[in-house]
């Protein structure tokens, strides 16, 4: 039996649209895998993203930082929709989209508060599922390196 699929955009970090068909049921996340659509950043996009921002600030590196950037990337690995990394974070581009979703448990919220660049409409790609309203739902998918927000350091412009 064949399961209704609902039309999905995501939008990258350079404003390209990815239009995809996801079967009611799943979650974004998972989507954007099948898709190789990629939502939570490679492992290594955050060893570069460490490495930039530890040989930028190495003069004034304590060690006490360094291992806060190490444990920081830990945690930032995906944890495959358990609601223990913000890696999955996406942002509803219409609140009439992002009305229509289930409300964020306080788990979704705790891990929400932690992504960088959260929005009014931001949400974990993991907890959002497809269902019918939802067809024609846009999701902007934040810079990946922004994941990478260690308390105190601002990302450098490039
Ligand atoms: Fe970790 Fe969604 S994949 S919270």
């Keep these: 039996e064949q399961k209704e699929k609902i039309s999905v955009t995501f939008v990258d970090k350079d404003g390209d649209e990815i239009h995809i068909k996801v079967p009611t049921g799943m979650s ?3 989507a954007a895998h099948e898709n190789d659509i990629d939502l939570e ?4 996009k955050y ?13 004034s590196l ?9 444990f920081k990337w830990i945690r930032l690995r995906a944890c495959e929709g358990s609601i223990a990394c913000s890696t ?3 942002i509803v581009m219409d609140m ?4 229509k979703l ?20 931001s949400r974990l790609g993991c907890q959002v599922i497809a269902k019918p309203e939802l ?11 922004r994941n990478f927000a260690v308390d105190g350091y601002v990302p450098k412009p490039h």
Excluded at 96 to 99: I, K, P, Q
Excluded at 135 to 145: K, N, Q, S
């Design 62 to 70: 304590s060690p006490v930082l360094l291992r806060a950037y190490f």
């Design 88 to 90: 999955c974070h996406v």
């Design 28 to 30: 974004m996340l998972e």
């Design 47 to 59: 060893l570069f993203v460490a490495l930039d921002c530890t040989l930028g600030d190495l003069p």
């Design 102 to 121: 289930e409300d964020p448990t306080d788990e979704e919220n705790d891990m929400l508060d932690l992504a960088f660049g959260l929005t009014e409409s």
């Design 135 to 145: 067809d024609g739902i846009r999701l902007a998918i934040p810079a990946a390196t």
């Design 41 to 44: 950043g490679k492992i290594g």
């Design 96 to 99: 009439d989209y992002y009305n």
